[in-house]
């Protein structure tokens, strides 16, 4: 091998070498090698729907749809409906048609109970109180908060109950976003079942 093709496989090494960092963004300006070997293979000319690459620069188009830019994931239509799921619609202030009317589509057995004991615990407990008598550490700090075992509430329906989860009442929001329907009547159940029982 001659000088001359040893003096270029050196820099063809040197090149290739100086191109394996493609990463610019945490590296100082001087020292990037600027120069991407195989750019497609790190940035998809595709519309990548969950990407974290921002082209900041905007040089290149990738990973940012033009029409959408800074989210390739579009936003559903308003309106839209995940399929299997039946939006609950009986209005905040139709209470007493919803405890009238809502059928649970459970059968209550032990396990349904068990469930709905573990939903409670996570999502009313702390203002319900173990025993659901509005005494959860909540209630130190906020005064009002129900008792599910006793007083009126000892006589809804588990519909009563479904509704005011879904849509809150008075000081208590809605919890909809975080129980979903099957959920809401495990815990209608138990506290029907469990709790109000408990304290006859
Ligand atoms: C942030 C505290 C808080 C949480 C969490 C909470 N509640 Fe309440 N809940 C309240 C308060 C306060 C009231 C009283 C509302 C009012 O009448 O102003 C209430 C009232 C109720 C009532 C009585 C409604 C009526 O007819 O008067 C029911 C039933 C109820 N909650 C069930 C639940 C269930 C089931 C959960 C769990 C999914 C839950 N709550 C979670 C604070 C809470």
């Known amino acids: ?9 050196l820099l063809l090494g040197v090149v290739l070498l100086a191109s394996c960092n493609h990463n610019f963004d945490y590296i100082p300006e001087h020292q990037t090698p600027r120069w991407e070997y195989a750019p497609n293979m790190y940035h998809s000319q595709a519309y990548e729907p ?12 990738y990973n940012t749809s033009p029409g959408n830019k800074g989210m390739n994931l579009r936003e559903p239509v ?3 409906i995940k399929r299997g799921f039946t939006p609950y619609k009986i209005p905040k202030d139709s209470l007493a048609y919803a405890s009238a009317t809502l059928v649970s589509p459970f059968t209550v057995n032990d396990e349904l109970i068990a469930q709905g004991e573990v939903l409670y615990k996570r999502y009313c407990m702390h203002c319900h109180g173990a ?3 509005g ?11 129900a008792n599910l075992a006793g007083g009126q509430i000892k006589n809804v329906s588990e519909g009563h109950i479904f509704h005011v989860i879904s849509k809150g009442k008075g000081m208590m929001l809605s919890h909809a976003s975080q129980v979903t329907q099957e ?3 495990k815990i209608a159940h138990y506290v029907k079942e469990k709790l109000q029982k408990a304290a006859q």
Do not use: Y
Request: proline letters at 5%.
């Open 1 to 9: 091998m001659n000088l001359i093709n040893k003096i270029s496989m």
């Open 78 to 80: 308003p309106g839209t």
């Open 135 to 145: 005494d959860g550490p909540v209630s130190t700090k906020f005064n009002g908060i």
């Open 183 to 185: 959920e809401r009547w």
């Open 131 to 133: 025993e659901g008598k």
């Open 50 to 61: 969950v990407t974290q690459v921002v082209d900041t620069n905007e040089v290149l188009s």
